[in-house]
């Protein structure tokens, strides 16, 4: 069981439409948190009993940022706190990118799946030297992180489902378009989005966005299915505790 450990606000802010943007101190989290991984963030209210699992955004010395959506009570309670609030969490959870020493790399987000390759992309910088990133939205008004992309000094693509800001389209043929040729491709965002990107053909790191019962290993409420040596050539694994994190070529994707 992982320890809880009291966070302080530092400030709360709604970036989007639903969408806000939270950092945290936490120097017991952050000393081993990496990119990729989460932290559950729990509710101080009887009706919400589980933990709610948020990608972290950014890693900052003792401080962590999450950007996230709300989707129900749980997150809209999280919304509600403001600077100098403590809040339970405990992480950091999971199977982060682990990133190699690929020189050209391509990171493609949907939507909240976005924030997580941001500390992945603070680190690549310091081995990589192309990286391009393609977000994609629903619309103009969701869009999230790109200044911050763009002061990394990293190409940042943008398409939207509605054509109401540049590429009329998805993500991933937003990053078909432009022939980028990467070593890697690291990808979060909604089942249909990281299916293509398997289907590419180029090696990959997927984040999987499952919805999480326990978000620590407890249930199995975020399985997916995956290649493994055996008899039947398959098994479950536990997004949470194996993942978030799989390499695209042995997530088998249902049809």
């Known amino acids: 069981m992982l320890k809880l450990t009291k966070a302080e606000v530092l400030n709360n802010v709604q970036i ?15 000393k081993n948190a990496k990119a990729g991984q989460f932290i559950n963030v729990y509710i101080d209210k009887g009706e919400h009993i589980l933990p709610r699992p948020i990608s972290i955004c950014e890693i900052y010395g003792d401080n962590l940022r999450i950007v996230y959506h709300i989707v129900g009570g749980g997150t ?8 100098g609030n403590t809040i339970k ?3 950091p959870v999971g199977n982060g990118f682990n990133p190699g020493k690929e020189k050209k790399v391509a990171l493609i987000g949907g939507g909240i799946g976005l924030p997580p390759l941001l500390e992945l ?3 690549l910088k ?9 977000a994609g939205f629903r619309n103009k008004e969701v869009v999230i992180l790109q200044e911050n992309f763009i002061n990394l000094g990293i190409e ?3 398409s939207t489902d509605d054509g109401s800001l540049a590429y009329h389209g998805n993500a991933v043929d937003c990053f078909k378009i432009t022939n980028f040729s990467p070593d890697i491709i690291y990808a979060c965002g909604p ?11 180029i090696p990959s790191k997927l984040s999987l966005e499952e919805r999480m019962a326990c978000g620590f290993g407890a249930c199995v409420g975020c399985a997916v299915k995956v290649k493994e040596e055996n008899a039947q050539g398959w098994a479950y694994k536990k997004v949470c505790q194996n993942g978030p994190v799989f390499l695209g070529d042995e997530v088998i994707f249902d049809e």
Not at 16 to 30: C, F, G, Q, R, V
Not at 191 to 201: E, N
């Open 156 to 158: 940042y693509y943008i």
């Open 89 to 91: 969490i405990s992480g």
């Open 16 to 30: 989007a439409p639903n969408i806000y943007d939270m950092w945290l101190k936490s120097p017991e989290i952050t």
């Open 76 to 83: 809209e309670y999280i919304s509600s706190k403001t600077e």
């Open 126 to 134: 310091s081995t990589a030297t192309d990286i391009k990133v393609f």
């Open 121 to 123: 992309a603070k680190v």
């Open 191 to 201: 089942t249909v989005m990281l299916k293509a990107v398997a289907k590419l053909g």
